[in-house]
C-alpha cells in the first residue's frame, strides 16, 4: 500500500523530471545558451535579452539534478549553460559577472551586483561537484575573491550591493524594481552566504570558512529582527531602511542558515545558529493561510499581498520539512504537505509545462508574468525536489 511518503516522493520527482526538467531542456538556443524570456502562453522570445540570474540558476539546476539522479543530458546541459556564461557574463578585463547580455551576448548592463556574483559562485561550485573541472573551481575562486576585494566592507563587516563595471560607486544599487535603493540588502547577504557555503563543500580555504562564519553571524544578529523576521535594507553601517515581511525569505533562511552552518562543520558555529533558524521559521509561517499556501509578503502600510508566488510555496515546502527534521516540530511536515498540495493541484502547469508566476488571490493564474525570464528560473522548485528526495533517503 503506496503512504504518504510514497505518494510525496513519487509526485515531486515526477515534476521535477517531466514537468520542470524537460521544459528547461527545449529551451536550448541552438546557436549557444538558453534563451532569455518565455511567456506565460509559451511564446519564445529568441531575441530578448539574457539575465545572469537566469543562466546561473539554469546552470546549478541541471548540475544538481545530475548530482541526484545521474542523467547525462542534465550534466551536458549544466556544461552548455556554462560554456555560454564564461564566454558571455564574465568581465574578462575587470572580473566579475555582468547584470545581463544580448541574445548575442554582448554586455548589455554591465553592473555588478553583489547578488549576481553569489549565483555566478553557486552555479560553478555546483557544476564543479557534479564534473569536477578544474577551471570551473577555479572561476569560482576567483569571483570569492573579487567579492571579498571589491564588495566587502571592512569597516561597518558584510558586503556593498553593487558597483559599476569597474567596481566604483553606483548611486542606484537596486537589485529589482521590487526593492529600494540600499547599500546593503538581506537578500544579497543570504544568497553570498548560500554561495560560500557551496564553495566551501569543494574548496575548504581557511578565508573562506571566515568569510562564511561571518556571514552567518550577519544574517543572525544585524538582519534578523528580535521577532525572528528578516529586515530588508540597510545603510552602509546597518541602520535599518523601512521594509515589510516576506515571508518566502524568512522560511528560506531558516533552512538556509542551517544548512550553511553544517557546511562549516563546526560544533560551535552549528549550536550558535541552530536558534537563529527556528525563529525565522517559526516567523515565516505566520505567513500560511487556511489552504496551505503561504502568502508573499506583508506591506509596509501593514496590508498583505496574497499572491501565491512560485519560489514562495516551494520554500515553505523545503522550510517545514526542515523544522520537522532538525527542529523536532512534527506539525512542520503536514504543514510541508499542506502546501505541496497546493502547489500540485494550483501552480504546476500541466499543459506549457513548469510553474505560473504566481496564483492570484482571486485563485486564477498569473499570466501576466513571464514562465522563463530574468527572476523565472528553475531555481527555487528543482531545489525543493531535490531536497525532498534527499530529506527522505
Not at 100 to 115: M, N
Not at 250 to 278: M, N, Y
Amino acid at each position: 500500500m503506496e503512504t504518504r511518503t510514497d505518494l510525496f516522493l513519487r509526485e515531486t520527482a515526477d515534476v521535477l523530471e517531466q514537468n520542470i526538467l524537460n521544459y528547461w531542456l527545449s529551451l536550448q538556443d541552438p546557436a549557444g545558451g538558453f534563451y532569455g524570456e518565455v511567456l506565460s502562453d509559451g511564446t519564445v522570445l529568441p531575441d530578448a535579452p539574457r539575465g545572469v540570474i537566469l543562466n546561473a540558476r539554469i546552470m546549478w539546476a541541471f548540475a544538481a539534478s545530475y548530482r541526484q539522479l545521474g542523467r547525462p543530458e542534465y550534466l551536458a546541459s549544466a556544461v552548455a549553460a556554462k560554456d555560454w556564461f564564461l564566454a558571455h557574463f564574465v568581465d574578462s578585463g575587470n572580473g566579475g559577472v555582468y547584470w545581463s547580455v544580448t541574445a548575442a551576448g554582448e554586455p548589455l548592463d554591465d553592473k555588478k551586483q553583489l547578488y549576481a556574483q553569489g549565483f555566478a559562485i553557486y552555479g560553478l561550485s555546483e557544476l564543479y561537484k557534479a564534473s569536477g573541472d578544474p577551471k570551473v573551481l577555479a572561476m569560482a575562486a576567483a569571483l570569492f575573491q573579487t567579492v571579498e576585494t571589491h564588495f566587502a566592507d571592512p569597516e561597518n563587516g558584510g558586503y556593498i550591493e553593487a558597483l559599476s563595471r569597474n567596481f566604483s560607486p553606483l548611486e542606484d544599487m537596486s537589485l529589482s524594481a521590487h526593492d529600494i535603493n540600499a547599500d546593503k540588502t538581506m537578500n544579497s547577504h543570504l544568497h553570498i552566504l548560500e554561495a560560500y557555503a557551496n564553495l566551501y563543500r569543494v574548496w575548504p580555504d581557511a578565508c573562506l570558512k571566515e568569510a562564511l562564519v561571518r556571514l552567518l553571524d550577519i544574517i543572525c544578529q544585524r538582519v534578523m529582527a528580535a521577532d525572528g523576521h528578516l529586515q530588508l535594507y540597510f545603510k552602509r553601517d546597518w541602520t535599518v531602511l523601512p521594509g515589510g515581511i516576506s515571508y518566502g525569505h524568512d522560511i528560506e533562511t531558516s533552512w538556509l542558515v542551517l544548512e550553511c552552518a553544517f557546511a562549516t562543520q563546526d560544533i560551535d558555529v552549528i549550536r550558535r545558529v541552530r536558534p537563529c533558524a527556528l525563529a525565522l521559521g517559526r516567523a515565516g509561517n505566520e505567513g500560511l493561510l487556511s489552504d496551505g499556501s503561504m502568502r508573499y509578503e506583508q506591506l509596509l502600510d501593514g496590508t498583505f499581498d496574497d499572491s501565491r508566488q512560485w519560489w514562495v510555496q516551494a520554500e515553505t515546502v523545503v522550510g517545514n520539512l526542515w523544522l520537522w527534521k532538525y527542529h523536532s516540530d512534527d506539525a512542520a511536515v503536514d504543514r510541508a504537505l499542506a502546501c505541496w498540495a497546493y502547489i500540485r493541484d494550483h501552480l504546476v502547469d500541466r499543459k506549457l509545462g513548469e510553474w505560473y508566476w504566481a496564483i492570484l488571490p482571486d485563485g486564477s493564474p498569473d499570466l501576466a508574468n513571464p514562465k522563463a525570464g530574468f527572476w523565472k528560473c528553475p531555481y527555487h522548485n528543482t531545489r525543493m525536489c531535490l531536497e525532498i528526495m534527499k530529506l527522505f533517503k
